[in-house]
């Protein structure tokens, strides 16, 4: 037998929708840092012009990159899936959204460091898988947060403050290069402490936005409810 669904206090306003909405989008707002700088913009231009200018499998290397990313992301998923479960949604969440950001961090190092193009891209797909791995958590996360009525407006606002994250990053990048040249170590790490800031505290929300974890918790219960 499962838990059913007990949804918290915001939930119980339907007219305040928006401001679940809000809260479970900071992490679409967190995480359009690291979109924007490491797949979309910057890092493959950092690749293109700096560490791998002379590639001619630059091409190649990005889109092996990108599918060993996607592939390791749904094996992890498939293997740890079912003992994710077993921990319960608020503490999977908390961890999953946070982890990613972490590991950009550190990837951000990399740059500093002037490491070759290869272990660039070796250490972005490990990256890349996490980053991956959060969405999944994130997107199942919404199930536990509004009502199935309320899914459609709660992602139009998350949605939309994703867009603003994304905004907000590239503001604080542009700023930079006021200072600091085009694909410097700055771009980089202000993507990732944008990211690693905002996660921080869209796990927090988002966890204690989860109120009961979707674990089967028959073995708690007599055998005359178990089903």
């Known amino acids: 037998m499962r838990v059913p669904h007990n949804f918290g206090p915001m939930n119980t306003r339907p007219n ?8 479970w989008g900071l992490y ?30 630059l091409e190649m290397k990005w889109g092996i990159a990108q599918g060993a990313a996607v592939a390791t992301a749904v094996i992890a998923g ?7 479960d077993s921990i319960g949604a608020a503490t999977v969440a908390r961890i999953g959204m946070v982890a990613p ?3 950009s961090m550190a990837f951000q190092l990399l740059i500093v460091l002037r490491a070759s193009g290869d272990v660039i891209l070796l250490s972005y797909v490990i990256v890349h898988a996490l980053y991956l791995v959060s969405l999944t958590i994130y997107d199942a ?5 509004a009502r199935p009525s309320e899914f ?14 994304g905004l907000a990053c590239l503001v604080l990048m542009e700023i930079g290069l006021m200072f600091w040249p085009r694909y410097s170590a700055w771009d980089f790490l202000v993507g ?27 073995v708690n219960e007599p055998a005359s409810l178990q089903s």
Request: proline residues 3%; hydrophobic residues 55%; glycine residues 8%.
């Open 28 to 57: 679409d707002f967190a995480n359009s840092g690291y979109y924007l700088v490491y797949a979309l913009l910057v890092l493959p231009l950092y690749l293109m012009t700096v560490a791998l200018k002379n590639d001619p499998w």
């Open 141 to 145: 996360s919404l199930t536990h947060v």
């Open 78 to 84: 498939l293997i740890w899936g079912r003992k994710l």
């Open 101 to 103: 950001a972490i590991a």
């Open 16 to 23: 305040k929708i928006w401001r679940t909405g809000i809260a």
């Open 152 to 165: 459609i407006e709660a992602s139009g606002w998350a949605w939309g403050f994703g867009y603003a994250g």
């Open 192 to 218: 990732s402490s944008f990211y690693l800031f905002f996660a921080v505290f869209a796990a927090r929300r988002i966890g204690n936005l989860i109120t009961v974890s979707p674990i089967n918790v028959a």
